[in-house]
């Protein structure tokens, strides 16, 4: 009948301490405080409270999913600072839902109370579970190895076998073994036991403290991307513009089509350069299902740098932008530009110019523009201004459930479709417009003969006469126009560095493992040294014993298994490790339960 071991119940307890801080400091992840170390919850309490669960990482990954789904309304509604002309569009089409969003906020996204709350929480969180965790690990860095628990054969992994050699050869060969697998190794030498074995020592070893390392890289690259992306709000500047062939462009203020920067950028800080458009060239595939798909997009440049640099030639392509100073010029359209001549009633030139025509679509680039004649004489010399609105076509087709359209995007049948309007354009009142749409509130447009809406189809070179006498429009030729955006990202390198190292962090916390090796080596009762291997793993692995069974047969080449007494190996050949002579490889049903219970950080353990 079994009886409980009383006697020995102080020597238990030792050894299942020993066993605990044999499994301690494994991880750097914070310890849940007892019922007991719960301090009472007055304002002090609810503020450690509030803090632990702020800095904890089940937040962090909260608040990370929070930050990812509150940026969603901001590339589905416009943006005040992306593109305030849509902005005021779908404020005047959407009268109603507009406040709404305006009292939300979702006009200015990025800048708004409640997208900085999440931002500026998730940065605080990451900053309080990094920092204390940091320190942990580098304490572990500094510390040795935990010395062997009393019962290596309640760890998960384990064996043991007999020797003829000496203990301090068998630890002496089994901490170059381990030094050569890249373990630190510490020696620790340990006296006689109360049964009768001789003094020996043990060899702890640890290995994988780049899992940790990576995790907390991983974290803190989280902290440098969220900081980049901080500074490219704050101190980035963007703008925009339209380049005919042959026309410049100068990196200032009054040059730009558009433009929007950070809260604390300067436009002092814009570099002085500029540019000329030479040539652009476009290419697009002619056969095949993929017709019309472009193939090359091109922009041949003359640029200078500083007031007086001199002047260089390079080309802009789709991602190969142009780096000067701390700006980037990059080439993101492509379009054409009708070159138009408007004389007025009295025969006098008004207006002669390329009009850039904005595509609609990518596949056959058909494009839709307007013409502003502002200096305007009638036939009874009155002064008033004119105004054209139509679509141009590269390759005229027409059909009845498109009407004009496009079929290709190069200039094989370009068309020049237009209506004409006569009165005010509404450019003298004071408010901006936009220069590609035509307001035509005050405006009538004009008629033909039959008193049908006047409408003329123009091919380079063509004419036609306005009603009435108004004037005449002359299509003259085609040029084309590329659109360039200029930004400074002060944040990017520091944001690419951060994605690199969260990566390569994320890589290492995932696939290093953290383990540790005890070897312990005594001479037994009857002279013969005893060697005990056992290991432990932060993680539940399949490879922990398969590794220290190949620690073992290393080890053997200078610790041979000896015979028992009585028993004769067969054909002469040592007994293996994992034989009666050597002992169990993996522990039986009972110590597997009993290390996950004692062994301190066990693979359940550190899992919760």
């Known amino acids: 009948m079994p009886t409980a071991d009383v006697g020995n119940a102080p020597e238990n307890t030792r050894a299942d301490t020993e066993e605990q801080e044999a499994g301690g400091r494994i991880s750097t992840a914070p310890r849940e405080d007892s019922a007991a170390d719960v301090p009472a919850l007055g304002p002090v309490g609810w503020a450690r409270w509030f803090w632990r669960q702020l800095t904890s990482m089940r937040v962090a990954l909260i608040l990370l999913f929070l930050l990812s789904l509150a940026a969603v ?72 190895p935990p010395r062997a628990p009393r019962r290596l054969t309640r760890m998960p992994a384990h064996t043991t076998w007999r020797t003829d050699a000496e203990p301090e050869r068998v630890l002496g060969a089994a901490r170059t073994l381990l030094r050569g697998r890249r373990f630190r190794t510490s020696l620790t030498e340990e006296p006689g036991g109360p049964d009768g074995s001789g003094p020996g020592g043990s060899v702890a070893a640890e290995k994988g403290y780049l899992r940790e390392a990576g995790n907390l890289v991983f974290h803190v690259s989280l902290i440098v991307m969220l900081l980049a992306f901080a500074a490219g709000q704050l101190w980035n500047s963007e703008g925009g513009k339209l380049v005919v062939e042959g026309d410049g462009f100068s990196n200032t203020l009054v040059h730009y089509d558009d433009f929007t920067s950070g809260s604390l950028y300067d436009t002092d800080d814009l570099d002085v350069f500029g540019f000329t458009l030479e040539e652009f060239h476009a290419s697009f595939e002619r056969t095949g299902p993929q017709r019309g798909t472009a193939r090359t997009f091109r922009a041949d440049v003359s640029y200078w740098e500083g007031a007086d640099g001199p002047e260089k030639k390079t080309s802009i392509e789709v991602n190969h932008p142009l780096k000067v100073g701390e700006s980037k010029v990059f080439l993101v359209g492509h379009g054409y530009a009708p070159v138009v001549t408007v004389t007025d009633g009295q025969g006098k030139m008004a207006y002669r110019g390329p009009v850039p025509f904005l595509p609609q679509e990518s596949l056959g680039l058909t494009s839709t523009g307007v013409i502003k004649v502002k200096d305007y004489r009638n036939k009874d010399g009155e002064k008033e201004q004119l105004g054209f609105q139509g679509i141009f076509t590269p390759t005229y087709g027409i059909d009845a459930e498109r009407g004009p359209h496009s079929t290709f995007p190069e200039l094989d049948y370009p068309v020049l479709s237009l209506n004409a309007f006569h009165g005010d354009l509404g450019v003298n009142a004071g408010l901006p417009q936009n220069v590609y749409q035509l307001d035509t509130d005050k405006m009538e447009q004009f008629k033909s003969e039959d008193g049908d809406l006047f409408r003329a189809d123009l091919r380079p070179g063509e004419s036609v006469e306005l009603p009435d006498g108004a004037g005449t429009l002359t299509f003259d030729r085609v040029e084309q126009w590329a659109s360039f955006q200029v930004s400074q990202e002060p944040g990017e390198g520091w944001a690419l560095a951060g994605a690199t ?46 590794e220290l069974g190949d620690l073992a047969f290393a080890l053997q080449d200078d610790a041979p298994p000896a015979a028992d007494p009585g028993e004769a190996a067969p054909d002469g050949q040592d007994p293996a490790p994992g034989e009666d002579a050597g002992g169990s490889t993996g522990g039986t049903a009972e110590d597997v339960p009993a290390a996950t219970e004692d062994a301190g950080p066990s693979s359940r353990g550190e899992n919760q």
């Open 73 to 144: 309304p901001g590339s589905l509604v416009p943006q005040n600072g992306a593109d305030a002309f849509a902005v005021r569009d779908f404020k005047e089409r959407n009268g109603t839902l507009a406040e709404v969003y305006d009292k939300l906020q979702l006009f200015d996204v990025y800048s708004s109370v409640w997208f900085s709350a999440i931002y500026i929480l998730l940065f605080v969180s990451l900053i309080g579970c990094i920092v204390p965790r940091s320190w942990q690990f580098v304490g572990q860095l500094r510390s040795r």
């Open 501 to 546: 190292a969260a990566v390569l962090g994320l890589a290492g916390s995932l696939f290093v493992r953290r383990r540790r090796v005890w070897v312990r080596a005594r001479r037994g009762a009857d002279g013969v040294t005893v060697v005990e291997m056992a290991g432990l793993g932060r993680s539940e692995s399949a490879r922990l014993p398969e």
